[in-house]
């Protein structure tokens, strides 16, 4: 049997987050861009609503949601403000690299402060020298008795200068490439880190950024999992970030349509409403269809993960097609709504801006082409990529699976 229908709970929380987002969330959408704030007061509130905890076990403060939930929350949150969707995508990807491979320890000191929104962390991969082969990277982590000693500059991540902790990937055995990496927690407030923002096109209250890292002791004890093993142990949790992206942009993409489909019924041109032209009715239809299809996908590979099955596939697609999508869908509405949508007036150009940056964040179009072509070729192509053993959700290897980092 195939089932295509959400639970009662997931049509609740949907409706439930749909209202959030559309009283408090969208009329404060450009506020933030504008001024140049990271509005940590609303991540709090969605720790309220149990948004940020979705992926985090209920024992530690989450809600120990299932994948195609957080996807709902993914979409809903981008209709409203797609910057504030990063406390679902980010917080799904940190909550399930923490319970799945940090210590007890770890566990209680840093998953509950998530859940609640009073701690925003970041993914610390990409350097200057290595995006999407994120197994390039440069910077170390020396053993010094109780500590590793941490030097190198991470760029292009998100939450830079708003962060309270990175998880840091860094070269602890420089001689075995992607076997020679692991992964710490590592406090923004430790002596030696340091976040700098950059002037963004898009995406501004996120604080995108570069982090230095001179000479930083990190406890020993802040090693998520296995010493030179933290490439391969969470590298599969981008097969879920990748998903919510696509969702994330979906939802920003349908509300600029929604909004815009109410614009053309209104305005009347040469004495009919816009809508009434197939110049204006069948791009919108166009755009809706194509998104449509693109959240379908989505939320299929976010039920093959709460199923323990492969997904790579699926959430190369969705992350290479879904801000493709999503930024065509809402230069189409910028243009029907005419000259006024490119002021500031109006949420689409910040959304246009918005949406753009996930084209490059979280791996490329042309590397997720190449994660889709290794599924359809197979092994012929696989000497053409990295690799990166992927490890399913439940430990185990995934059939010739592997897997490229982000941007």
């Known amino acids: ?49 149990g948004v940020n905890g979705l992926r985090i076990p209920v024992e530690y403060g989450g809600s120990g949601a299932d994948c195609v939930t957080t996807g709902i929350a993914a979409e809903e949150i981008g209709r409203g403000d797609f910057n504030l969707t990063y406390a679902v995508m980010l917080n799904g990807l940190i909550g399930e690299i923490i319970t799945n491979h940090a210590d ?13 929104g009073n701690k925003i962390l970041g993914i610390a991969i990409t350097e200057p020298e290595a995006g999407t082969d994120a197994g390039g990277i440069r910077s170390t982590a020396v053993r010094d008795g109780d500590s590793y000693v941490l030097n190198g500059e991470k760029s292009g991540i998100s939450v830079a200068v708003s962060a309270d902790a990175f998880i840091v990937f ?22 030696g880190v340091e976040g700098k923002g950059y002037e963004d096109m898009g995406n501004i209250p996120i604080g995108r950024g570069s982090v230095y890292l001179n000479e930083v002791k990190v406890p020993a004890d802040h090693l998520i999992g296995l010493e030179d093993k933290g490439f391969s142990q969470v590298m599969n949790g981008f097969d879920l970030s990748r998903l919510l992206i696509g969702l994330q942009c979906a939802g920003a993409a349908l509300q600029s349509l929604d909004e815009t489909i109410e614009h053309v019924k209104n305005r009347r041109s040469f004495g009919k409403p816009l809508a009434t032209y197939q110049g204006v009715s069948f791009p919108l239809v ?67 801006r918005d949406v753009i940056g996930l084209e490059i964040g979280d791996g490329t179009a042309q590397a997720n082409q190449m994660v889709i072509a290794k599924h359809l070729i197979g092994k012929e192509y696989r000497s053409y990529e990295p690799q990166v053993p992927a490890k399913s959700t439940n430990g185990q290897n995934y059939e010739g699976g592997y897997q490229y980092g982000i941007d």
Not at 170 to 191: C, H, M, Y
């Open 104 to 116: 007890e320890h770890l566990k209680k000191e840093w998953l509950p402060e998530i859940a609640s």
């Open 1 to 49: 049997m195939v089932d295509f229908s959400f639970t009662e709970e997931q049509d609740y929380f949907r409706k439930m987050l749909k209202g959030f987002a559309k009283e408090e969330l969208l009329p404060n959408y450009t506020k933030w861009d504008r001024e140049g704030i990271t509005p940590k007061h609303l991540w709090r509130k969605l720790g309220e609503l």
């Open 286 to 352: 166009t755009h809706y269809t194509k998104l449509d299809m693109l959240k379908w996908q989505a939320y299929r590979g976010l039920w093959l993960r709460d199923q323990g099955m492969e997904h790579s596939k699926e959430s190369a697609s969705v992350k290479w097609l879904g801000p493709l999508y999503s930024q065509e869908a809402i230069h189409e509405c910028l243009l029907l709504n005419g000259h006024y949508a490119y002021t500031k007036e109006m949420p689409l150009e910040q959304r246009l």
């Open 170 to 191: 860094a070269k602890t055995e420089p001689r075995k490439g992607n076997r020679g990496i692991s992964a710490f927690i590592v406090p923004s407030d430790l002596p």
